[in-house]
């Protein structure tokens, strides 16, 4: 059965320039409690309650409130790179074992421990400068791009809470094949792939407006 590795929130402010970013995520000793999006008047978000985020205008908000990325993946890399990376190290908020992340579908949700937490896959991480500085690999937006593993950001459709340890259950798929790696390759690779995405009702609002202008262009 899939399983939460760890659950990872911020230690410490990472700054490049004048830009601060949560990135450097480490795993907490204890639970951490997922809130659902509050009233809009009320200024909170949905996430991971006490955990940071710096760039507001590019990172987090309800369709990112979640990032995912499997430990499977970080152990390639860590081959690959030749140097150690730790649960959390990607900046993800939870890492998980024994779960496809790449290709889970957009709008597939998954019920996490026992108290009923419920989040929703709705599109890939992209990688950036923050992303790339963090890391300190040369070429790195490149690399990452090229290997098409870029985990999952979700949304929260039941609140509950978190802990190292906790099964993850897909509970629902829905009826396309628009996969993480699908967006992505759409997004990073290949555009000509973006109108197949319309199939995935669940993708945040700014992606479907990417898929509305090329559809409408091409007609």
Known sequence: M?????VNTTQAPFHLGELRSGIDKRPSDV???VRAPGPRQSGLGSGIV?????DRRHHGGDDQAVYA??????DGWQSRTDRELTNGMFGENITTSGLDVTNSLIGERWSIGSDGLVLEV??????CKT?????DIPGWIKTFTAAELPGAYLRVIEPGTLRAGDPIEVIDRPDHSVTVGTVFRALMLEPDLIPT????D??????????????????
């Open 31 to 33: 639970p951490l409690a």
């Open 69 to 74: 990325y499997a430990r499977e993946d970080l």
């Open 122 to 127: 709705t599109s890939p991480r992209t990688p």
């Open 50 to 54: 006490g955990d940071s985020i710096g």
């Open 2 to 6: 899939a399983s939460l590795l760890t």
């Open 131 to 135: 992303f790339s500085a963090w890391l």
């Open 197 to 200: 995405l319309a199939a995935a």
């Open 202 to 219: 669940a993708l945040p609002d700014k992606i479907k407006q990417q898929v509305a202008r090329r559809r409408g262009g091409s007609s």
